[in-house]
């Protein structure tokens, strides 16, 4: 469904994703993995048509660089790092009716709309926040509401660059739960930044791997976690454990 031929990020003179090959099925949790600098951002922003890039990105079939912006930020849900907020004094709600429309309440909104933004404040748990604005919040809330505008518009791609930065243990699992259950229910296909590799062997069905902005390896959690792949792309010796109800658990031991 997500179809990525020859894709590359150049800045200046540097190469900062090399040219990769690799797609996502529809239903399919795809995570992104490496160091701090390997150019994961990189990789989802140019996804998302948020940085110059060569190469094809084919949605559906249809190639993301043929559509103008309006109809590309319909397909694409973006999450950006660190949960970058419209406005601090934007409600919840107003958020969530921004994402699909460009409208606020109150100014000629849809009940389609607000149906919408309705489902979105019951999924996610944010009731209680409905009428918050920004700026009251907690960095976990934004985190969650911004999750909210990502999938307010029903995307068919949803990039999440680290998700789960701000959010207390029960809300990592909460939120990671939401997304691969939406991804299943849906059919959409989702690229996610993460950096604990707990919670990607845990929700991930995939993973890639990038080293200084070229392919590692990709394939399913299983395959990718193994002693050697980790220390060579992390340099981290890792321990890796079966645990209770067929979960992995992977440890770190010592840098390699
Ligand atoms: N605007 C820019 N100009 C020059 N180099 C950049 C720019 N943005 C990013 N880079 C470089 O590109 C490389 C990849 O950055 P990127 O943010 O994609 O990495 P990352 O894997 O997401 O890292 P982190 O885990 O720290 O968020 C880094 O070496 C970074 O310094």
Same mark, same amino acid.
Not at 10 to 29: Q, T, W
Not at 121 to 142: E, F, I, K, T, Y
Not at 253 to 256: H, R, S, Y
């Given at each position: ?48 048509? @948020? =940085? *110059?890039?060569? /190469?094809?990105?084919?949605?559906? !079939?249809?190639?993301? #660089? &043929? %559509?103008?912006? $309006? +109809? ?24 969530? @009716? =921004? *994402?699909?429309? /460009?409208?606020?309440?109150?100014? !000629?909104?849809?009940? #389609? &709309? %607000?149906?919408? $933004? +309705? ?26 509401? *911004? ?47 993460l950096h604990d590799l707990n919670l990607a ?45 067929g979960h992995t658990a992977i440890y770190p031991?010592?840098?390699?």
């Open positions: 469904m997500l179809a990525v031929e020859q894709f590359s990020v150049r800045i200046g003179r540097a190469e900062i994703v090399k040219p990769l090959d690799f797609s996502v099925a529809a239903g399919e949790c795809l995570a992104v993995l490496g160091r701090n600098g390997a150019g994961k951002t990189s990789l989802v922003r140019g996804l998302a048509g @948020l =940085l *110059a890039h060569h /190469g094809r990105v084919a949605l559906d !079939g249809t190639q993301l #660089d &043929s %559509l103008n912006a $309006a +109809e590309r930020s319909r397909r694409i849900g973006y999450m950006a790092q660190g949960s970058a907020q419209p406005s601090a004094e934007l409600t919840t709600l107003d958020m969530l @009716l =921004l *994402a699909q429309n /460009g409208s606020r309440l109150g100014w !000629g909104v849809s009940t #389609d &709309s %607000l149906t919408r $933004a +309705e489902e979105m404040l019951a999924l996610l748990d944010l009731q209680p926040l409905a009428h918050r604005v920004a700026s009251q919040m907690s960095g976990g809330q934004r985190q969650m509401v *911004a999750l909210g505008a990502a999938l307010v518009r029903r995307p068919r791609l949803l990039l999440l660059d680290e998700p789960t930065s701000a959010l207390d243990l029960a809300n990592q699992l909460k939120l990671l739960e939401i997304v691969r259950d939406y991804t299943r229910r849906e059919g959409i296909a989702t690229v996610m930044v062997t845990r929700y991930a069905d995939r993973v890639l791997m990038l080293a200084g902005g070229a392919l590692a390896h990709i394939g399913p959690v299983r395959d990718a976690m193994r002693p050697d792949l980790l220390a060579e792309v992390f340099g981290v010796h890792c321990g890796i454990y079966q645990i209770d109800g031991l010592a840098t390699a």
